[in-house]
């Protein structure tokens, strides 16, 4: 488990994480989200033990991270920034990473490699942005470690080779417990993969949940409502995030399980109503705004 307590980095007068207490726990994917500048490549530094926290505790598996050689050995940190020797190849990286890491899969790494169809032998300042991250994503996958943090590691990526590091990532939750923590600006890049969402705004966690939990107590609803008294009675009667309306149909956000909705609408007997699923963006649009905040800023 990766536990933030209270902490906050400053570089100068900036404070680039203010006080962030979450929880990230082992065996399935956290995405963590918000726009440029929120502080998601910082709290991954952190996370890794690049970065001293100013303040506050940064704790994986139960230890301290900074200045923890042992505890290091288990997190491989690809940033969005990648690092490669100059003209270098991929085997100088495979090598590179063979002496950091005791348990790097060579066998593996060269599967991988035949699989994504990227030249070992090539020098790596003549690759793709795409190639490069594969190449990154392909070196994490092989260095066998507990965790694998990817900072914003679908951008350059076609859908193709998206929905083949998803498949890759999959497989490797499932054989040895792998803890992927994956930054990304982009709410839609996450939606398939995610189990655990974190929303990060001007270096503070705004909330973080299980997806499925989510998905199970939030509803959109849409609704013929003609009468003004079965309005005030949906209003006083249901936990309403978000509402707007065209006319006499009205399409809102309530929180709740889909018996509990269904019971109460199907008691108003409204002309019309359904319940249609959420999308991971309706999500999060509708706990910020109970925020106070309008997501539509934040992120896209």
Same mark, same amino acid.
């Given at each position: 488990?990766i536990?933030? !307590?209270?902490?906050?980095?400053? @570089?100068g007068d900036?404070?680039?994480?203010?006080?962030? /207490?979450?929880?990230?726990d082992e065996?399935?994917?956290?995405?963590?989200?918000? #726009?440029?500048?929120?502080g !998601? /490549?910082t709290?991954m530094r %952190?996370?890794?033990?690049?970065?001293?926290?100013?303040a506050?505790? *940064?704790?994986?598996?139960?230890e301290?991270?900074?200045?923890?050689?042992?505890? !290091?050995?288990?997190?491989?940190?690809?940033?969005?920034?990648?690092?490669?020797?100059?003209?270098?190849?991929?085997m100088? $990286?495979?090598?590179?990473?063979?002496t950091?890491y005791p348990?790097?899969d060579?066998?593996?790494? &060269?599967?991988?490699?035949?699989?994504?169809?990227?030249?070992?032998?090539?020098? *790596?300042?003549?690759?793709?942005k795409? $190639?490069k991250? &594969?190449? /990154?994503?392909? +070196?994490?996958i092989?260095?066998?470690?507990?965790? %694998?943090f +990817? =900072?914003? #590691?679908?951008?350059? %990526? =076609?859908?193709? $080779?998206?929905?083949a590091?998803?498949?890759?990532?999959?497989?490797?939750?499932?054989?040895?417990?792998?803890?992927p *923590?994956?930054?990304?600006?982009?709410?839609?890049e996450?939606?398939d993969? +995610?189990?655990?969402?974190g929303?990060?705004?001007?270096g503070?966690?705004?909330?973080?949940?299980?997806?499925?939990e989510?998905?199970?107590? %939030?509803? !959109?609803? &849409? +609704?013929?409502?003609?009468?003004?008294?079965?309005?005030?009675?949906?209003?006083?009667?249901?936990?309403?995030? #978000?509402m707007?309306?065209?006319?006499?149909?009205?399409?809102? #956000?309530?929180?709740g399980?889909r018996?509990? *909705?269904?019971?109460?609408?199907e008691?108003?007997?409204?002309?019309?109503?359904e319940?249609l699923?959420?999308?991971?963006?309706?999500? @999060?649009?509708?706990?910020?705004?109970?925020k106070?905040?309008?997501?539509?800023e934040?992120?896209?």
């Open positions: 488990m536990e933030f !307590k209270k902490v906050v980095k400053r @570089f900036v404070k680039a994480i203010d006080d962030v /207490s979450a929880a990230i065996g399935h994917v956290f995405g963590l989200i918000g #726009t440029n500048g929120a !998601k /490549s709290l %952190l996370a890794s033990g690049v970065l001293r926290a100013d506050g505790n *940064v704790i994986v598996d139960g301290e991270i900074y200045d923890n050689p042992a505890g !290091k050995a288990n997190i491989f940190y690809i940033s969005d920034d990648q690092y490669f020797f100059r003209n270098g190849t991929p100088d $990286m495979l090598r590179l990473y063979q950091y348990g790097f060579s066998a593996k790494w &060269q599967e991988l490699m035949g699989k994504f169809g990227l030249d070992q032998g090539r020098k *790596v300042n003549t690759f793709s795409g $190639m991250k &594969q190449l /990154s994503i392909l +070196c994490g092989s260095a066998n470690t507990k965790y %694998l +990817c =900072d914003e #590691t679908f951008d350059g %990526l =076609d859908p193709v $080779m998206r929905q590091v998803k498949a890759l990532f999959v497989r490797e939750i499932e054989e040895r417990g792998l803890t *923590v994956i930054a990304s600006h982009n709410l839609r996450l939606e993969i +995610c189990e655990a969402v929303l990060l705004h001007r503070g966690i705004l909330f973080e949940r299980d997806l499925d989510m998905k199970l107590n %939030l509803h !959109k609803v &849409q +609704c013929v409502i003609k009468e003004e008294e079965m309005l005030r009675r949906i209003k006083e009667g249901m936990e309403i995030l #978000t707007d309306n065209r006319g006499a149909l009205y399409t809102f #956000t309530a929180r399980s018996q509990e *909705v269904d019971a109460f609408l008691g108003l007997a409204p002309v019309f109503y319940l699923p959420l999308s991971l963006e309706e999500i @999060f649009i509708s706990e910020t705004e109970v106070g905040y309008d997501v539509k934040l992120l896209f």
